[in-house]
């Protein structure tokens, strides 16, 4: 045992301190490739002293206090699944390791809520939850790996977001351990008027502002009825006019998926599930139906979108199963990357425009645009290649940077579901404006030590 193993096991049973390489070095990074950094803004990378894996709140607590006791930074980290970077660890100092915090501790299926510890894994809260007659409404691709903890901090969008919201928007009440050690429990009701809601201190935070420890969340009975449908449309800007519609309509469907892959088809195509009640999903599919053909669609058997549902969640097994390939640079001397923002509908299609026009000057290729939940919620995905271009990683990079400046001058928002980490910490200050300065103002109040996750949200 090394001193701090020593220090750290007077207060926490020593078989749950490790400093084992191979388990440091799996809870040293998320899914943040290395082909995915800025090379100008590349932080320096320091492997962890020491990972911790708490049982209980107390436990947490105790850690905390522990922390500023030695001026140690503390990573909470859950199913490592963050694309930004939020579980990177660029100081040397503790990994809290969530996953043994994940009891499902209340299913109160009068009220439609859950209270769970926050290393639970999705899939095993969902999987629970339909004992009970009941789903969990996050569903993002890596329901098989992010935690309840880890979906919250980085106000995750799953494939259902369309009627259950993002993660945050399923939070009732929070339990966290402050940066002072101190607990923080907030009331799970559907509504209160009673004050500053202080779950969007975690919501978002990227444990910047608390490790959360148990969660009271939303939960939806199981659909009675899920209805499916595949169009394909001979332009993105037909499909666009069509959604905008749906939603002009109030259409809600759980899932909308659209985008226009040309290496997979051509032209855009679009998903749709809607799921709830019987009578209800009937109407609103047909109706969804009726308007993709009023604008020249075509329609694809619904089996298509049936194995598109059935398929979803095959990309995060795999990442699971290779944790590895967070390492990788740019696969066969080409670098991916992809942008999700957050913009007016109005602007939508001139973005789409004009970042044609970006990419092509900076010898980038555009290959895929698509929405995601509403016509609100734009992405792309991008690739350069070596020898293309002089600096592939740079190239790709520099037009993502000038791709999100844009969207922060249309109004719209740099991210919708991945968070900031370190990869888009460098564009925070356009983001909020003087907002940043307030966010630093409450992180060093609440955390003058600067213990929880330092240098993550350019905090
Ligand atoms: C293949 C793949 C597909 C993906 N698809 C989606 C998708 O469809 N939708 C989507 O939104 N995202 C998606 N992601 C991103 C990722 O799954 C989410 O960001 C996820 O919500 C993170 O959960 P996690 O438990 O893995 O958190 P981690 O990666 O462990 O942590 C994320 C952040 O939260 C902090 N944190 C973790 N637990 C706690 C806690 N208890 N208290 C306070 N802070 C905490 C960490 O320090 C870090 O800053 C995908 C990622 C991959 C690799």
Known sequence: MNPLQEKLAKIIDSERISTESDYLDELSWDALSEGRFHPRHRPELAAPLCAVTPLSTEEVQRLVGFANQ???????????????GGALSIRPGLVVDLRRMNRILHIDAESRSAQVQAGAVLETVDLALNEHGFILGHDPWTVPVATIGGAISTNSVGYRA???????????????????????????????????NLNFLLIGGEGCFG??????????????ARRFGGFLFASFEQGYGAIQQMFQRRLRPALLDFGDDAEKHDGALL???????????????????????????KELPSSDAEEFWRERHEIARRFARNRRQRRERGRDG??????????????????????????????VRLQESGLWVQPELFSMRLAAEDGAVADAQLALEEAIEELLRMVQQMGGSMEYTHGVGVKLAPLMAEEHGYGLQVMRQIKQTLDPNNILNPGKMAL
């Open 334 to 363: 080409i670098y991916r990357d992809w942008i999700h923002v957050a913009l007016p509908s109005s602007a939508v299609l001139a973005f789409r425009r004009a970042a044609r026009q970006i990419t092509e000057r900076h010898g």
């Open 162 to 196: 369309g009627i259950y919201g993002s993660m945050g928007e399923q939070v009732l009440g929070l339990e966290a351990v402050m940066a002072n050690g101190e607990v923080m429990r907030t009331r799970p009701v559907q509504k209160h008027s009673a004050g500053l």
């Open 211 to 224: 490790i959360i420890t148990e969660a009271t969340i939303r939960i939806f009975p199981k659909p009675e």
């Open 271 to 297: 998903y749709l599930v809607f799921e709830g009640n019987e009578e209800l999903t009937t109407i609103e599919a047909r109706q969804a139906a009726a308007l993709c053909l009023s604008h020249g669609a």
């Open 70 to 84: 030695e001026k140690l930074s503390i990573v909470p980290f859950g199913g490592g699944s963050g694309l930004m």
